[in-house]
């Protein structure tokens, strides 16, 4: 399968962040990993995303602050550096195995 990037907002809180990963894993894409970039000045989460076949939905990905409990029954695919509500937040990615 191919990547693609996504960009959201540094401004979203954790909430917003999820919706906007989930929409996209609804749309028969898998979330990667994210990155702190600076578009256009402005530093922005990049997050990439692995498109799967097409009708596909992907489990869903849920980001929590570290320190926060995992979600029941999820198992850890990523953590690092995300802007949440305009701070460098250390959060992780877990996924449903």
Do not use: C
């Not at 191919?2 to 929409?23: E, F, K, P, V």
């Not at 939905?57 to 320190?67: A, F, H, P, S, W």
């Amino acid at each position: 399968m191919s990547t693609y990037d996504a960009l959201i907002d540094g401004t979203d809180d954790l909430d917003q962040i999820n919706l906007q990963i989930h929409r996209q894993e609804k749309a028969a894409s898998q979330f990667l990993r994210s990155l702190v970039i600076p578009e256009n000045n402005v530093p922005t989460n990049q997050v990439t995303f692995d498109r799967l076949k097409a009708g596909t939905v992907g489990k869903l990905t849920t980001i929590v602050k570290d320190g926060d409990p995992q979600p029941p029954g999820t198992q850890k695919v990523w953590s690092g550096v995300m802007l949440v509500s305009n701070n460098q937040t250390a959060v992780t990615g877990y996924r449903a195995p």
